[in-house]
């Protein structure tokens, strides 16, 4: 799990301004109908949707529980089962809060979920770091084909359907993530990480741990082997470096719904790689190359570093590559760079 933007509030209050532009007068414009219809039902819920409209549409995660919470204490209003979604109150609640149509508009138009991505720049999957999220759309109308990040809703929105446009609750990922994966788990910031809120930071990092000497390949006779690609005598494991149990058990239940444990134990050639280039470029390598091509080819030290392992090992760019999290970690654990 890596933060989105977390670099660039900026942009964020840029992406904000847009989100609330195009959404608002829409939506309190229909709200305003429902409420002023004679002896009409849900109005004081209707009220409380109008009155605090810009909390739910640009609203950090936070907000948007306590709001979730609100709703479902004060006025009752709960949709999670099918029965509850027959009602005439949860059709008229898609039809406020219009995700359809902002999910497929298209630029030249000034708003929806291309647009968003678009602005977001979220190069990278922040719920598995495993996939690259870039947005293609063909100026030429002969070709039609186009792609981007898929928008997960943090809150599922069938449950959540006045939550369906907020902005903080559409998670630009990649489509396993998003369709495979966590589908409509029931999500929320007490239970789950939110990649708007929360990382894997520095309290839970991949590791690699030695498997049972009965467990290993023919012709595997010793723990080195693996630096050789010999064979698989280690997994891929998660390091718990944290003291919060909150925090501790939000992690497990992303590794268990993202299946990362079982994800990332297929990029062990990822970590032979890593090894492979620790045993030949040394540090005085290292040292020498920055040496000549200093101020030419690399700013710094970090740059050689980063040229020799295909990634980022600072933590302020791991949005901005596959697997940066893992190459990090593991070059931390086997001390195989010093920065």
Same mark, same amino acid.
């Given at each position: 799990?890596?933060?989105?933007?977390?670099?660039?509030?900026?942009?964020?209050?840029?992406?904000?301004?847009?989100?609330?532009?195009?959404?608002?007068?829409?939506?309190?414009?229909?709200?305003?109908?429902?409420?002023?219809?004679?002896?009409?039902?849900?109005?004081?819920?209707? #009220?409380? %949707?109008?009155? @605090?409209? /810009?909390?739910?549409?640009?609203?950090?995660?936070?907000?948007? &529980?306590?709001?979730? *919470?609100?709703?479902?204490?004060?006025?009752?209003?709960?949709?999670?089962?099918?029965?509850?979604?027959?009602?005439?109150?949860?059709?008229?609640?898609?039809?406020?809060?219009?995700?359809?149509?902002?999910?497929?508009?298209?630029?030249?138009?000034?708003?929806?979920?291309?647009?968003?991505?678009?602005?977001?720049?979220?190069?990278?999957?922040?719920?598995?770091?495993?996939?690259?999220?870039?947005?293609?759309?063909?100026?030429?109308?002969?070709?039609?084909?186009?792609?981007?990040?898929?928008?997960?809703?943090?809150?599922?929105?069938?449950?959540?359907?006045?939550?369906?446009?907020?902005?903080?609750?559409?998670?630009?990922?990649?489509?396993?993530?998003?369709?495979?994966?966590?589908?409509?788990?029931?999500?929320?910031?007490? #239970?789950? %990480?939110?990649? @708007?809120? /929360?990382?894997?930071?520095?309290?839970?990092?991949?590791?690699? &741990?030695?498997?049972? *000497?009965?467990?290993?390949?023919?012709?595997?006779?010793?723990?080195?082997?693996?630096?050789?690609?010999?064979?698989?005598?280690?997994?891929?494991?998660?390091?718990?470096?944290?003291?919060?149990?909150?925090?501790?058990?939000?992690?497990?239940?992303?590794?268990?719904?993202?299946?990362?444990?079982?994800?990332?134990?297929?990029?062990?050639?990822?970590?032979?790689?890593?090894?492979?280039?620790?045993?030949?470029?040394?540090?005085?390598?290292?040292?020498?190359?920055?040496?000549?091509?200093?101020?030419?080819?690399?700013?710094?030290?970090?740059?050689?570093?980063?040229?020799?392992?295909?990634?980022?090992?600072?933590?302020?760019?791991?949005?901005?590559?596959?697997?940066?999290?893992?190459?990090?970690?593991?070059?931390?654990?086997?001390?195989?760079?010093?920065?």
């Amino acid at each position: 799990m890596i933060l989105i933007n977390a670099d660039n509030q900026v942009k964020m209050a840029e992406v904000e301004r847009e989100h609330l532009k195009y959404f608002k007068t829409k939506i309190i414009r229909k709200l305003s109908f429902k409420i002023g219809i004679k002896h009409g039902r849900n109005k004081p819920f209707y #009220t409380y %949707l109008r009155d @605090y409209i /810009d909390d739910i549409l640009i609203g950090k995660p936070q907000r948007l &529980d306590q709001i979730a *919470k609100e709703i479902k204490g004060s006025y009752g209003v709960a949709f999670e089962d099918k029965s509850s979604r027959k009602t005439v109150l949860y059709r008229e609640l898609l039809q406020i809060f219009n995700y359809n149509t902002f999910v497929t508009s298209y630029p030249p138009a000034k708003w929806g979920a291309y647009q968003l991505v678009s602005k977001l720049n979220v190069k990278v999957c922040p719920y598995c770091n495993r996939q690259y999220t870039f947005m293609v759309i063909s100026d030429d109308p002969a070709y039609k084909g186009k792609t981007r990040a898929r928008l997960d809703h943090f809150y599922d929105k069938a449950t959540y359907p006045y939550l369906a446009t907020s902005l903080y609750n559409l998670i630009p990922c990649c489509s396993i993530c998003n369709s495979d994966l966590k589908g409509t788990e029931d999500f929320t910031i007490d #239970t789950h %990480l939110n990649p @708007y809120v /929360d990382e894997f930071g520095q309290y839970f990092k991949f590791g690699i &741990d030695m498997v049972d *000497k009965s467990k290993l390949e023919p012709g595997v006779t010793s723990r080195i082997d693996y630096l050789f690609g010999k064979g698989e005598e280690f997994e891929i494991v998660i390091r718990d470096k944290c003291t919060d149990p909150v925090l501790r058990q939000k992690v497990e239940n992303n590794l268990q719904v993202f299946k990362i444990k079982e994800l990332y134990n297929h990029h062990k050639d990822h970590v032979l790689d890593l090894i492979r280039k620790k045993v030949v470029y040394t540090e005085s390598q290292i040292d020498e190359l920055y040496s000549l091509y200093s101020g030419r080819l690399f700013s710094s030290r970090e740059d050689v570093i980063q040229m020799i392992t295909s990634n980022y090992v600072g933590h302020e760019n791991l949005d901005k590559k596959v697997l940066a999290k893992i190459t990090q970690d593991i070059c931390e654990e086997l001390e195989l760079y010093i920065l």
